[in-house]
Nanobody
Framework: QVQLVESGGGLVQPGGSLRLSCAASRIFRVIYSVIWYRQAPGQERELVARISPSDSTSYADSVKGRFTISRDNAKNTVYLQMNSLKPEDTAVYYC?????WGQGTQVTVSS
């Protein structure tokens, strides 16, 4: 079973940028979308961005125009480029593939 490992989180000031990575433990044939979710304290987990096997993408309204999801097949990695970060983007970010979840990476946006 493939494992997913997120990285790239941290503390950033409002207006700053971060790039999250979701690395798969092995090469596998992608037949489902890879999805980034986030969960803030006391809130439900919400979908942030999705990339399909054909590389079509979709985003939550709250991040459209600021976040970009992409894939590097040679590195078995999906990225989430986050620009113009806001305090309300603070959350633990998780990547998901079918029934597999990563451990999450904390993103904190604060001055």
């Amino acid at each position: 079973q493939v494992q997913l490992v997120e990285s790239g989180g941290g503390l950033v000031q409002p207006g700053g940028s971060l790039r999250l990575s979701c690395a798969a433990s092995r090469i596998f044939r992608v037949i489902y979308s890879v999805i980034w979710y986030r969960q803030a304290p006391g809130q439900e987990r919400e979908l942030v961005a999705r990339i399909s096997p054909s590389d079509s993408t979709s985003y939550a309204d709250s991040v459209k125009g600021r976040f970009t999801i992409s894939r590097d097949n040679a590195k078995n990695t999906v990225y989430l480029q986050m620009n113009s970060l806001k305090p309300e983007d603070t959350a633990v970010y998780y990547c998901n593939y079918f029934k597999t979840w990563g451990q999450g990476t904390q993103v904190t946006v604060s001055s």
